[in-house]
């Protein structure tokens, strides 16, 4: 018979936790840090950006943002691993808003944007990225109405 465990009790085994995963990417990332970025993501990542730009490093996230924005960050108002994850696979969304400066230097916030990733292993291997800002760029050069 063993003893249940006691509340003083200290787990030692790290756990897998797909969301604090994608988080800390997601946050390394935005800093801009793709370096370090890199030691979250599998030798094969397929990152797709809006309007199916395919990319396949960190570093090509930063230099995409860097032509489009002056700065821009992510404010996360949401992680969410889909149902049947395991620490072999797991699909993750993280949602929020970004905020920053366009290149002309007129700061923005409140852009909607969603994210999706496919983690194998432990792993980012799968990033895809969708975000208003086309059609917030479409609205300061007249060609669209709010």
């Not at 599998?42 to 960190?58: E, Q, Y």
């Not at 002056?70 to 969410?80: I, N, P, R």
């Not at 620490?87 to 969603?114: H, K, S």
């Not at 292993?121 to 669209?144: F, K």
Request: hydrophobic share 40%.
């Amino acid at each position: 018979m063993h003893d249940a465990p006691s509340s003083n009790t200290i787990t030692t085994a790290p756990s897998y936790d797909p969301a604090a995963l994608v988080d800390e990417y997601l946050r390394i990332l935005m800093i801009p840090d793709p370096d370090t970025a890199r030691r979250f993501v599998a030798p094969t990542l397929r990152i797709r950006f809006t309007g199916c730009r395919l990319m396949h490093d960190p570093s090509e996230c930063a230099q995409f943002n860097a032509g489009r924005y002056q700065w821009v960050k992510k404010q996360f108002e949401g992680t969410e691993v889909v149902a049947g994850a395991t620490i072999d696979y797991a699909v993750v969304y993280n949602r929020g808003t970004l905020y920053g400066v366009w290149p002309d230097g007129e700061p923005f916030e409140g852009n909607r944007y969603v994210d999706r990733y496919v983690l194998v292993n432990g792993l980012i291997t799968q990033m895809d990225v969708w975000n208003d800002s086309a059609e917030r760029m479409l609205i300061r050069a007249g060609l669209a109405t709010h």
